[in-house]
């Protein structure tokens, strides 16, 4: 079973920028997509960003495309999110994810339920206005 550690996080007035990184161990990292999804107070958790297994595909939520750089090193067995021009509303604790199966895409992991298998513990992001 894989495990996942979020890192990373942490408080970032507005306009700022952070950089999260999720060490996984246990199955084979570079044969999962990986994404990035977050959840916010009394909301469900909603996706983020998805990328394939070699990291030449990658997918956004339209909320974060533009601010966002999900990428990956699978000689280091970790994904990263890259955040810039923080807003208020993007306040959150972030989850890294691993695709349900090695046939999951980085797309499927932002439109289709049930496409996660594992989860990381989540780390807080707080962005002060």
């Known amino acids: 079973q894989v495990q996942l550690v979020e890192s990373g996080g942490g408080l970032?007035?507005?306009?700022?920028?952070?950089?999260?990184?999720?060490?996984a161990s246990g199955r084979t990292f570079s044969t999962y997509a990986m994404g990035?999804?977050?959840?916010?107070?009394?909301?469900e958790r909603e996706f983020v960003a998805a990328i394939s297994r070699t990291g030449g595909s990658t997918y956004y939520a339209d909320s974060v495309k533009?601010?966002?750089?999900?990428?990956?090193?699978n000689a280091k067995n970790t994904?990263?999110?890259q955040m810039n021009s923080l807003k208020p509303e993007?306040?959150?604790?972030?989850?890294?994810a691993q695709a349900t199966t090695r046939t999951t895409g980085a797309q499927?992991?932002?439109v289709m339920p049930f496409s996660v298998g594992s989860w990381g513990q989540g780390t807080q992001v707080t962005v002060s206005s």
């Open 79 to 81: 994904v990263y999110l």
């Open 90 to 96: 993007d306040t959150a604790v972030y989850y890294c």
């Open 66 to 73: 533009g601010r966002f750089t999900i990428s990956r090193d």
């Open 12 to 23: 970032v007035q507005a306009g700022g920028s952070l950089r999260l990184s999720c060490a």
């Open 36 to 43: 990035w999804f977050r959840q916010a107070p009394g909301k």
């Open 108 to 110: 499927a992991m932002g």
